[in-house]
């Protein structure tokens, strides 16, 4: 069963940092971009960063740059977000996602497996 799931968020005050990490199945993992998306009640989901299969390729929204950090080990099927500095803005849920492509989309309809979700709460 193809299967994605998040873990490490919570609650932060502002300048905080907080680490999430998605363990994926590997039908999921092998070959696939893996990103990070995220959705703050009453918006849309909006992506935040990506990175390819070998990890050589990275792509970052502009509001988390220089902020967060994403890497991946294939050897244990997973890929973790490291987030600093941490502002009220970022608060939202947070979804990883698989692509069975090369290129790094920023669009959540080319995405073909997604985790269920894990709440981060940033307080000003």
């Known amino acids: 069963q193809v299967q994605l799931v998040e873990s490490g968020g919570g609650s932060v005050q502002a300048g905080g940092s907080l680490r999430l990490s998605c363990a994926g199945s590997?039908?999921?993992?092998?070959?696939?971009?893996m990103a990070w998306f995220r959705q703050a009640p009453g918006k849309e989901r909006e992506f935040v960063v990506g990175?390819?299969?070998?990890?050589?390729?990275?792509s970052y929204a502009d509001s988390v740059k220089g902020r967060f950090t994403i890497s991946r080990d294939n050897a244990k099927n997973t890929v973790s977000l490291r987030m600093n500095s941490l502002k009220p803005e970022d608060t939202a849920v947070y979804y990883c996602?698989?692509?069975?492509?090369?290129?790094?989309?920023?669009?959540?309809?080319?995405?073909?497996?997604w985790g269920r979700g894990t709440q981060v709460t940033v307080s000003s």
């Open positions: 996602a698989a692509q069975k492509e090369l290129a790094i989309s920023t669009r959540p309809l080319d995405y073909d497996y």
């Open positions: 990175i390819s299969w070998s990890g050589g390729r990275t």
């Open positions: 590997g039908r999921t993992f092998i070959g696939s971009v």
